[in-house]
T-cell receptor, first 117, second 112 residues
Framework: GAVVSQHPSWVICKSGTSVKIECRSL??????MFWYRQFPKQSLMLMAT?????????EQGVEKDKFLINHASLTLSTLTVTSAHPEDSSFYIC?????????????FGPGTRLTVT | GQNIDQPTEMTATEGAIVQINCTYQ??????LFWYQQHAGEAPTFLSY??LDGLEEKGRFSSFLSRSKGYSYLLLKELQMKDSASYLC?????????????WGLGTSLAVNP
């Protein structure tokens, strides 16, 4: 149980284009989803926390107009990288939690490797 | 501020025991997690401690001392497949949510 999928697993795009990454909880309802990015040999950096039906809460330094997050249902959240640049190339990972306060565990998706050329 | 410290790299021998330490200074505490991450993959959950003491789960054990802001992950009977990065994370309150503050990870190399 507690499987989280991400699509696509990898994507290459040209500078200036937008890329959408999907995160789905397959066998549970995810009240809260988290989006992280990770640069090589570095730890996870939380970008934003999203609750179903409400606006995402972005971490300091993360541009909300550049990284658009939509959590439209209890099983799907999307991250759109708008006007991507080479410095946005990274490993993007989502995680999902069944509850906001009662559940302690985050279940991670397999990640999406974005390369902007 | 929020700060989590763990060693950058460790090396151990197959069949041995290794202890990976983690110290934290955070505003609030709602549990400490250990995750394993193989290169190019997402983290996988290993353990969760919210009360002081030792939690044992097979070859892996995790210890927590809240008064000292200290935890360790103990790996016994090391196997080659245990070569990975081990991430320590502390859960803190953030408004209506709880989020994880992550350490930089400890890269463990298991040698034959």
């Amino acid at each position: 149980g507690a499987v989280v999928s991400q699509h696509p697993s990898w994507v290459i795009c040209k500078s200036g284009t937008s890329v959408k990454i999907e995160c789905r909880s397959l066998d549970f309802q995810a009240t809260t989803m988290f989006w992280y990015r990770q640069f090589p040999k570095q730890s996870l950096m939380l970008m934003a926390t999203s609750n179903e039906g409400s606006k995402a809460t972005y971490e300091q330094g993360v541009e909300k107009d550049k990284f658009l997050i939509n959590h439209a249902s209890l099983t799907l959240s999307t991250l759109t990288v708008t006007s991507a640049h080479p410095e946005d190339s990274s490993f993007y990972i989502c995680s999902a939690s069944p509850g906001t306060r009662s559940s302690y565990e985050q279940y991670f998706g397999p990640g999406t490797r974005l390369t902007v050329t | 501020g929020q700060n989590i410290d763990q060693p950058t790299e460790m090396t151990a021998t197959e069949g041995a025991i290794v202890q990976i330490n983690c110290t934290y200074q955070t505003s609030g505490f709602n549990g400490l997690f250990w995750y394993q991450q193989h290169a190019g993959e997402a983290p996988t959950f290993l353990s969760y401690n919210v009360l002081d003491g030792l939690e044992e789960k097979g070859r892996f054990s995790s210890f927590l001392s809240r008064s000292k802001g200290y935890s360790y992950l103990l790996l016994k009977e090391l196997q080659m497949k245990d070569s990975a990065s081990y991430l320590c994370a502390v859960r803190v309150d953030a408004g209506n949510n709880r989020k994880l503050i992550w350490g930089l990870g400890t890269s463990l190399a298991v040698n034959p």
